[in-house]
């Protein structure tokens, strides 16, 4: 039984993550006095693109099928770590929180790889620029999480959630505050939104993750994109079930699940109307100013990290 | 009743790290508009702080003093300051000397210091620690900005932001200060906003820039 929630949980971050896009550029075009799309256009993008033929470049190696692949299922595996209903997760008791930040970057790591095999020049410079934002979101991303785990003193992520909901809502410390600021830049900075990467142009000279999946098409380009959405999804997740988890079930009862999942999905609208509130009053930073945005992340973690020393618990 | 009492009393204890976020925020702000709003939102906690200070040790004095620091240092002094950028027509770059990221790092390693100050001081006597030392991070961070910044109006934010941290570090030693002292310190302060202002604008007719390292080379 927990083992079927564990993986309605996975379903819920894998197949909800076109509508969260979705439910996001709705929101946003309306902060633009716009109309919009319907919430369920990504579905139908996808629809559309798997139906389509997969093109390589004729120079292009095994790699660059293969990408795409491992990108998705990277984000399939770290979705597996993330507890949504119950403090819960199907490999919450394989790996720790540093092995889901690398699963993540394996993931980028072989975006950068494809897109480099593509052959293209944008390719090769978005695959750069993407591994210096990497580099650079993965000491706070690190950081951050460990702030957390020493005070929750676990370094699963299941551990650290079921901690969170077991303390007052009024007794959330110093270094929780800290770390969700840390954590919320780092994952702007993951999923490729507003202040460091604008997911909706094609422009040249600003384009990172665009840039890289410029070559892709069809089957491949749907798994990229998909693969995505499920990050953001993912990052938004972490963020609530990290640190507003009241609200989670705490046992398998048909209702405290229904209740459970009122909850994410509420939490889920505000965070996302955060997110679209931020990409419409923001400029995209220059990209000489984005480590300076990940410098003051790096910070706020080291903080935090530092105040899991100081604090009396 | 029991709920409000248990908010006043975190946020005594919470508002420490929102002040440390405000400092992260004026460490890496380009724009003056951006540093007067992080101070008038500083200015918001601090207020937060007395009145739940006013509310815990129930002195009607204490909320005066919060009235008063709301409406000068929340409203008054930013609007006056959002005049003064108005009125001055000069650029709205801090014209920073060192780069977002030193700024970020000296302002973190001065909150490591002050609760290092700190710790062994308020050990001894009943003091909330985590208040004391933002209130010294404050000072130190108020000074730093005064140094690292060019524009004359940093200058003039720094001393502001500088007096929040000894309005701060008076209001959790002593629980409270005499009124007649508090509306002393605040005019003062806005007496010297006044003067500073002048001096701007005599700075800015005779040099036609507000840029402090310039004024090197009137030594004699």
């Not at chain 1, 380009?221 to 693969?227: K, R, Y």
Request: proline share 4%; glycine share 8%.
């Amino acid at each position: 039984m927990t083992m079927a929630l564990g993986a309605a949980q996975v379903l819920i971050l894998i197949l909800g993550a076109p509508l969260a896009r979705g439910i996001i550029a709705r929101i946003k075009a309306w902060f633009q006095r716009r109309q919009g799309a319907s919430i369920w256009r990504p579905y139908a993008e996808l629809g559309k693109l798997f139906q389509k033929e997969d093109l390589a470049p004729p120079t292009s190696s095994l790699i660059f099928i293969l990408a795409p692949r491992v990108m998705f299922a990277a984000a399939l595996a770290v979705a597996a770590f993330v507890p949504v209903l119950q403090p819960f997760a199907l490999f919450g008791s394989v790996g720790d929180f540093v092995l889901m930040v690398y699963l993540l970057a394996l993931g980028r790591f072989f975006l950068a790889l494809g897109a480099l095999d593509g052959g293209g020049a944008f390719g090769g410079m978005g695959a750069s620029r993407d591994a210096l934002i990497s580099t650079l979101a993965e000491a706070p991303l690190l950081l951050a999480l460990a702030a957390v785990s020493i005070s929750a003193r676990s370094a699963s992520i299941t551990g650290i959630v079921g901690w969170t909901l077991r303390q007052n809502f009024f007794e959330i410390s110093a270094v929780h505050i800290l770390a969700f600021a840390a954590l919320g830049m780092v994952a702007l900075a993951e999923s490729g939104r507003m202040p460091v990467d604008n997911p909706t142009t094609h422009l040249e000279l600003t384009m990172i993750h665009e840039a890289m999946t410029l070559e892709y098409s069809g089957p491949s380009l749907a798994l990229l994109e998909w693969a995505g959405a499920v990050k953001l999804n993912i990052m938004l997740a972490l963020l609530i079930s990290l640190f507003g988890p009241w609200g989670m079930a705490g046992s398998l009862a048909p209702a405290a699940l229904g209740i459970a999942l009122g909850a994410y999905l509420l939490k889920m609208l505000v965070l996302m109307a955060l997110l679209a509130v931020i990409e419409s009053s923001m400029a995209k930073l220059r990209m000489y100013r984005v480590p300076d945005f990940l410098g003051v992340a790096a910070a706020l973690s080291v903080l935090a990290v530092f105040f899991t020393m100081i604090a009396k618990r | 009743m029991e709920f409000v009492g248990i908010a006043a009393g975190k946020v005594v204890s919470t508002s420490a790290v929102f002040l440390i976020l405000t400092m992260v925020g004026l460490a890496v702000a380009r724009r003056i508009s951006t540093c007067v709003l992080l101070f008038s939102m500083q200015s918001v906690i601090i207020t937060a702080q007395v009145a739940a200070t006013a509310y815990l040790e129930n002195s009607r004095e204490a909320w005066v003093v919060a009235g008063l620091v709301f409406a000068f240092k929340v409203l008054g002094i930013p609007y006056a300051f959002f005049w003064l950028v108005e009125r001055l027509k000069s650029p709205r770059d801090v014209k920073a000397s060192t780069t977002p990221a030193q700024s970020v790092f000296v302002v973190v390693v001065m909150v490591f210091i002050s609760y290092a100050a700190v710790r062994s001081y308020a050990f001894g006597i009943r003091v909330p620690e985590d208040a004391l030392a933002a209130a010294v991070a404050l000072i130190l961070t108020g000074a730093f900005l005064m140094v690292s910044r060019k524009k004359a109006l940093m200058q003039m934010l720094g001393l502001l932001v500088l007096e929040n941290g000894i309005f701060l570090a008076a209001l959790t030693t002593t629980f409270g200060m005499p009124l007649v002292i508090e509306m002393g310190v605040l005019f003062d302060v806005v007496v010297g906003l006044l003067l500073m202002g002048i001096f701007t604008f005599r700075i800015r007719d005779t040099f036609d820039h507000l840029d402090v390292s310039r004024l090197r080379r009137l030594r004699g």
